[in-house]
């Protein structure tokens, strides 16, 4: 973000207060609002926050006079909000962005990201991961799942999901080939595992389901497939024993 907004935006230093981020919470459609101090639905953010980030979506687009209040463009992203023009553009900062490194120090214990889980109370909240965390996790995906630069990666899941987004960045931090689909449909999903000849995928049971009873499946070569990892849930026996 340091290469795509000018030197006096919160974004453009390491020293600037923290960027808010405003998700939405899945299952009440309200929004969630976070950032790398705080978190919670209070006034703080109001008078606190240096800038925001924000997806333009049909939950979000009732702030859009509030947010014109107190962020100037220069301290607002809006991604795919192409009318709101209280904000910095997402498509726009990125064509304007330098291509090199901006060089910033990031230590083990920095923030990664904020994760927002439902965890075992069915409520979401913040979990602040760092740095450090994903190294090791990209590591591990090296031992466990065998990936190496030679791996090539079709991903289908949601990368805001932590299965999608912890299989992107583990496969891009080994150096690895990634394709990303927006949505699972099978003659697609298909199509693409023997044209790239794709040895890893994350998939969860459902999708497993509507492979296996797929009828073309057959008509596909899928020998290249080193690696199935499933989350979201446990196979039967005999989706096991079919994938």
């Keep these: 973000m340091r290469n795509i907004f000018p030197t006096s935006s919160p974004f453009a230093t390491t020293q600037s207060p923290s960027p808010i981020w405003i998700f939405i919470s899945e299952p009440t459609g309200s929004p969630t609002i976070c950032s790398g101090r705080a978190y919670g639905r209070g006034t703080w953010w109001r008078s606190h ?12 687009r009732h702030l859009s006079d509030l947010l014109s209040e107190r962020f100037p463009p220069a301290r607002a ?3 795919d909000w192409p009318e709101a023009a209280w904000s ?9 962005a330098a291509a090199d490194d901006p060089g910033v120090e990031v230590k083990e214990k920095d923030p990664f990201l904020i994760m927002i889980t439902s965890g075992t109370t069915g409520f979401p909240k913040a979990c602040l991961v760092n740095h450090e965390t994903y190294v090791i996790r990209s590591l591990n995906n090296a031992i466990i799942k065998a990936m190496n630069p030679e791996t090539r990666a079709l991903l289908t ?9 912890g299989s992107m960045v583990g496969a891009l931090y080994l150096g690895a080939t ?9 003659e697609q999903f298909l199509a693409t595992v023997e044209a790239e000849k794709i040895s890893y995928t994350m998939l969860v049971p459902t999708l497993c389901d509507r492979l296996l009873q797929y009828a073309d499946l057959n008509n596909y070569d899928r020998s290249s497939l080193q690696f199935i990892g499933i989350t979201g849930g446990h196979l039967s026996p005999q989706e096991a024993e079919g994938m």
Excluded: D, M, W
């Design 49 to 60: 926050a240096a800038a925001v980030i924000i997806e333009g979506r049909e939950e979000t």
């Design 77 to 79: 992203l809006a991604i």
């Design 88 to 96: 910095h553009p997402y498509e726009e900062a990125i064509r304007s």
């Design 157 to 165: 899941l949601p990368l805001h999901f932590n299965a999608g987004r």
């Design 178 to 186: 990634v394709f990303i689909q927006e949505r699972f449909k099978e």
